[in-house]
């Protein structure tokens, strides 16, 4: 199976976070669903797609985004091997996400060449990371790691660090943590519920994506 080629550098973002007040956290079980699915979230106005690697499907589902919606900006989510990194950048992802990070994990991440985000859900982790230079990270998981209150009171201690919460998040509480000074966007799956998927009902989605953009404060 060939392999889509990396975009160059310079069509990289410069940081998913001020992409969309959203980041679609989407779980494929069908790799032909994907490019459908992709072009109804970016009608909507969510650009960024972080498709996770939660089933066999994950990496073929990054490749044909990849090849076939220019205009997405596709990543792949639940990274957890350096083997991961590559595969999901030659298969054409333009940034990762990590639940968590270890030493070998973050080197790998670092030396990809493209926009990361690893996990944290302490202020330990988060000053660690801090030292090795890595100032934008996903908050995972976010309701049960404290939610709102939890980032707002790491804000004042550790300026400079901005995030992406993911975990437990809806249109009714997305707001609040928007709010923040030190979120840049969040996480959901809310606008790819699991029924619309099955059904090919992108109208919907996109309807629900349209309203997740509009969230931007």
């Known amino acids: 199976m060939s392999s889509a080629v990396p975009p160059p550098a310079a069509a990289l973002p410069a940081s998913v976070l001020d992409l969309a007040p959203v980041l679609p956290v989407v779980v494929v079980d069908d790799a ?9 979230l970016v ?6 797609i972080e498709v996770t690697l939660r089933t066999p499907a994950g990496l073929d589902a990054i490749r044909a985004v990849a090849e076939a919606v220019p205009d997405a900006v596709v990543g792949a989510g639940t990274v957890l091997t350096p083997a ?3 595969r999901c950048v030659e298969a054409g992802a333009r940034f990762l996400v990590s639940p968590g990070w270890t030493e070998t994990l973050l080197a790998a991440m670092g030396a990809s060449g493209v926009p990361f985000l690893p996990g944290v859900s302490t202020a330990s982790e988060v000053v660690a990371l801090l030292e090795r230079g890595v100032t934008e990270m996903k908050f995972f998981p976010a309701e049960a790691a ?5 980032l707002k009171s790491l804000a004042g201690p550790l300026p400079g ?8 998040i809806g249109p009714g509480t997305a707001p609040a943590y928007l709010a923040l000074p030190n979120v840049g966007c969040v996480g959901g799956s809310w606008m790819v519920p699991a029924d619309a998927v099955a059904a090919g009902d992108w ?9 997740a953009a509009a969230l931007r404060r």
């Open 32 to 40: 032909a669903e994907a490019v459908p699915l992709a072009r109804a």
């Open 161 to 168: 660090i901005r995030f992406c919460p993911t975990g437990g």
């Open 203 to 211: 109208a919907r989605v996109e309807r629900l994506a349209r309203e």
């Open 43 to 48: 009608a909507g106005g969510l650009p960024a």
């Open 84 to 86: 991961q990194v590559t």
């Open 146 to 150: 404290g939610g709102t209150a939890y």
